[in-house]
T-cell receptor, first 116, second 115 residues
Framework: GAVVSQHPSRVICKSGTSVKIECRSL??????MFWYRQFPKKSLMLMAT?????????EQGVEKDKFLINHASLTLSTLTVTSAHPEDSSFYIC????????????FGPGTRLTVL | AQSVTQLGSHVSVSEGALVLLRCNYS??????LFWYVQYPNQGLQLLLK??????LVKGINGFEAEFKKSETSFHLTKPSAHMSDAAEYFC?????????????FGSGTRLQVQP
């Protein structure tokens, strides 16, 4: 089956620093990747849609200058949390769409970000 | 616009009992519907999906769901619960009308399985 990886799985950083999270589709090409954020015991909230070779589309209320998304290839999208603050602490999950007509998305294992 | 409502944030069943997790959706266009399972500190794993065709969909681990258009429902069932089924379950609808294919998730249902 389709596999999506995320790196790192867990990161702790100081307030004010930037953190980059990678999302890779390992055995398929993904023209579209999605970034979600999940608060404790909550559902997933879509942050942005990442399209290869073009600018990401951000959801309302998501700061594009704070959450930088780059989709440089058909197998890699990155999310950079700039000038992180404690309120940015969360579980970040990416997904990749395999294409075709069924809209199935395959999810990465998630990245736990803790900002001190 | 799409939305998903999962009735019951927590469901507890005994091992071997029927599992029923409820999901209702609203969609302005024919929906694609999904059930995902999430184990602690992990990403989401696809259980099953409905796109078109047969309304009873069978998934992994013995789960199935039935798409009922008249009831706008896509409830998840399993005849006999296993301890390993304890997890968080999310129902989702695909956001087709914007063309971006993002998923809109329900709030999730935590399934507990008692021995």
């Amino acid at each position: 089956g389709a596999v999506v990886s995320q790196h790192p799985s867990r990161v702790i950083c100081k307030s004010g620093t930037s953190v980059k999270i990678e999302c890779r589709s390992l055995d398929f090409q993904a023209t579209t990747m999605f970034w979600y954020r999940q608060f404790p015991k909550k559902s997933l909230m879509l942050m942005a849609t990442s399209n290869e070779g073009s600018k990401a589309t951000y959801e309302q209320g998501v700061e594009k200058d704070k959450f930088l998304i780059n989709h440089a290839s058909l197998t890699l999208s990155t999310l950079t949390v700039t000038s992180a603050h404690p309120e940015d602490s969360s579980f970040y999950i990416c997904s990749a769409r395999a294409g075709g007509s069924t809209d199935t998305q395959y999810f990465g294992p998630g990245t736990r970000l803790t900002v001190l | 616009a799409q939305s998903v409502t999962q009735l019951g944030s927590h469901v507890s069943v005994s091992e071997g009992a029927l599992v029923l997790l409820r999901c209702n959706y609203s969609s302005s266009v024919p929906p694609y519907l999904f059930w995902y399972v999430q184990y602690p500190n992990q990403g989401l794993q696809l259980l099953l999906k409905y796109t078109t065709g047969a309304t009873l969909v069978k998934g992994i681990n013995g789960f199935e769901a039935e798409f009922k258009k008249s009831e706008t429902s896509f409830h998840l069932t399993k005849p006999s619960a296993h301890m390993s089924d304890a997890a968080e379950y999310f129902c989702a609808v695909s956001n087709l009308d914007t063309g971006r294919r993002a998923l809109t998730f329900g709030s999730g249902t935590r399934l507990q399985v008692q021995p």
